[in-house]
């Protein structure tokens, strides 16, 4: 099946810690993207990559880091130094950045 | 700075009624708007995407509009089911995205 997948679904990180949150496509999209979801608020824009090896820095980029080695995967890291990491994060993919977006089902984040 | 509104933030309706969702953004320059209905906890899955060079998009039960020059789309929903109920988002295609509406259909 094609898609987009986002390991894990929960996960919980002490204060002080890096933790990398996995996104994977085989929907040979060239296009990928990162989002953080607030209770109660839209989506926004943490990182975006239009191609391998090349990313741009969304809104909210602070305290996040991205890579772009392969097509078909885009982790990302929180950092200890991003203040309010507890949200819902979601990934996404389009065929070039105006086509349509396709989601993963997202990892929620819980700093302990 | 693109901003994207969604007005109401929630909305009830009984079952079998037709319905609006509004969405409002203020930079008309876009290329293309996009319509996502997102169930409580899961990702967002796309409903239609209307282009800039559209008025209209048709999926089903689910007709969108957009109109540029009043920097305005809305998403009707024929005949609303249970089902239907959902939180419903828009985004433009510069990745801005509405807080979306709730929506609960009543049997």
């Known amino acids: 099946d094609g898609g987009i997948t986002q390991s894990p679904k929960y996960l919980f990180r002490k204060e002080g810690q890096n933790v990398t949150l996995s996104c994977e496509q085989n929907l040979n999209h060239d296009a990928m993207y990162w989002y953080r979801q607030d209770p109660g608020q839209g989506l926004r824009l943490i990182y975006y990559s239009q191609i391998v090896n090349d990313f741009q820095k969304g809104d909210i980029a602070e305290g996040y880091s991205v890579s772009r080695e392969k097509k078909e995967s885009f982790p990302l890291t929180v950092t200890s130094a991003q203040k309010n990491p507890t949200a819902f994060y979601l990934c996404a993919s389009s065929t070039g950045l105006t086509d349509t977006q396709y989601f993963g089902p997202g990892t929620r984040l819980t700093v302990l | 700075k693109q901003e994207v509104t969604q007005i109401p933030a929630a909305l009830s309706v009984p079952e079998g009624e037709n319905l609006v969702l509004n969405c409002s953004f203020t930079d008309s320059a876009i290329y293309n708007l996009q319509w996502f209905r997102q169930d409580p906890g899961k990702g967002l899955t796309s409903l239609l995407l209307i282009q800039s060079s559209q008025r209209e998009q048709t999926s089903g039960r689910l007709n969108a509009s957009l109109d540029k020059s009043s920097g305005r789309s809305t998403l009707y929903i024929a005949a609303s089911q249970p089902g239907d109920s959902a939180t419903y988002l828009c985004?433009?295609?510069?990745?801005?995205f509405g807080a979306g509406t709730r929506l609960t259909v009543k049997p």
């Open positions: 985004a433009t295609n510069d990745m801005r």
